[in-house]
């Protein structure tokens, strides 16, 4: 345990030029030694990447990490010598070639068997007869007659009835001239799983919805106020007109704003809307709360409160990251199915109370995901065209 602390610690330091004369010459003597770890170290060095590098293996569980290599090394028949440390860190590290940074956090006290085995190769954990793709541009534009409309990635189109709708190919943006002054034409943009989209409205407030959810709005808006519908998740940038409030209803209650960014969550029954610029009133029934930047307020059928909001990790992703913050395999799976259109089924088992945290991009095919999950979790995975299915490891 001790050198792999040591050759963490020397590689930390390395990335930031924190290396005594000494110290440099033992590590160069073992970086002289091995030609991969030659070549990693240098992709290493990108300045735009070090920070995110030096996070990612502060984040390693290095009491597993030397368990695992003790026990490849043993059904290997390895020698044991202080190079070899290098192999795991190697395998480790390499996964931040992919972009990606995960370490978990394990609430339970549970004694629960760990897997041993490490793979480099391939998707450890996971079995899958075919990959699949991040979500892409794409939804479904029903108008006021009931027709509908698919919009996708690289279309374009202009599509007129009582108003305007301009199809860019990865945005679609809603101009009124063709109404009548008095005219209220509602329609919705449905964002299916594996899609998301953004929409410019007619007063130009712009809204990105994620996957699995829909947005209902007027082409021209009322006269004394701005109103849309909610159902899922999306971010706001509400064009400012002071005499003409923004309105967002989500299940029972309503956000009301005059120009801002913010975030609306409704997926479930629980509602959670987070401010990033600006002020937002929440409604629900007689009861209001007014918000601040980066806070929070978050209602249910049963509960109605504000707090201190983790803004990077409620706008994941519109930053297009997974970002999971003590959430259990079961709140993971439910973003990967909508990210990824899956079903996703339980089998045998599965620990559900146990909980992880990390970040992820989301622009990457399923298999690099699961990838992850499978290194830090006690979990399988197989993928069986679009259902998933997790077990535990045997």
């Not at 110290?23 to 970086?31: D, G, L, P, S, T």
């Not at 795991?88 to 992919?98: G, K």
């Not at 939804?139 to 189109?157: F, H, P, R, V, Y």
């Not at 395999?329 to 439910?334: K, T, Y």
Request: aromatic share 10%.
């Amino acid at each position: 345990m001790k050198e792999t602390n040591d050759l963490t610690d020397l590689i930390n330091r390395f990335l930031v030029n924190d290396l005594d004369p000494n110290e440099r010459i033992a590590f160069e003597k073992v970086v002289a030694a091995d030609k991969q770890l030659q070549a990693f170290l240098i992709s290493l060095q990108d300045a735009k990447h070090i920070e995110r590098d030096i996070n990612f293996i502060h984040g390693l569980d290095q009491q597993k990490a030397w368990t695992t290599l003790v026990k490849k090394r043993n059904k290997s028949k390895l020698q044991n010598n202080r190079i070899k440390v290098c192999a795991i860190s190697i395998a480790a590290m390499a996964i931040v070639c992919l972009g990606l940074h995960f370490y978990f956090y394990q609430k339970d006290t549970l004694n629960h068997k760990e897997d041993k085995t490490f793979r480099s190769a391939g998707v450890p954990g996971a079995k899958a007869n075919a990959d699949v793709a991040p979500a892409k541009s794409g939804a479904i534009l029903t108008l006021s007659d009931g027709s509908q409309i698919l919009l996708k990635e690289n279309s374009k189109d202009t599509i007129k009835q009582m108003g305007s709708f301009v199809d860019t190919g990865n945005e679609l943006l809603v101009k009124d001239e063709f109404l009548p002054s008095s005219s209220l034409h509602f329609t919705s943009l449905h964002v299916p799983k594996a899609c998301f989209y953004k929409v410019t409205l007619s007063d130009g407030t712009k809204v990105w919805v994620n996957a699995n959810s829909e947005l209902t709005f007027p082409i021209r808006f009322a006269a004394h106020e701005r109103r849309v519908k909610l159902d899922g998740e999306a971010y706001f940038e509400v064009h400012h007109q002071p005499n003409k409030p923004f309105i967002v209803e989500a299940k029972d209650g309503e956000v009301k704003v005059l120009g801002t960014h913010f975030n609306v969550n409704a997926y479930s029954e629980r509602v959670r809307t987070t401010l990033v610029d600006g002020r937002v009133e929440v409604k629900l029934g007689n009861q209001r709360l007014e918000l601040n930047p980066g806070e929070f307020a978050q209602m249910s059928p049963s509960r109605f409160f504000k707090g201190v909001a983790d803004v990077n990790y409620e706008l994941a992703w519109h930053n297009n990251e997974f970002n999971f913050k003590k959430e259990t395999i079961v709140s993971i799976a439910s973003q990967l199915s909508r990210w990824y259109d899956l079903d996703v089924k339980f089998l045998g088992d599965v620990t559900l109370e146990k909980e992880y945290t990390g970040s992820i991009d989301r622009n990457v095919n399923l298999s690099q995901v699961l990838e992850m999950l499978s290194y830090v979790s006690n979990l399988n995975f197989k993928l069986d065209g679009r259902t998933l299915t997790i077990s535990a490891k045997v």
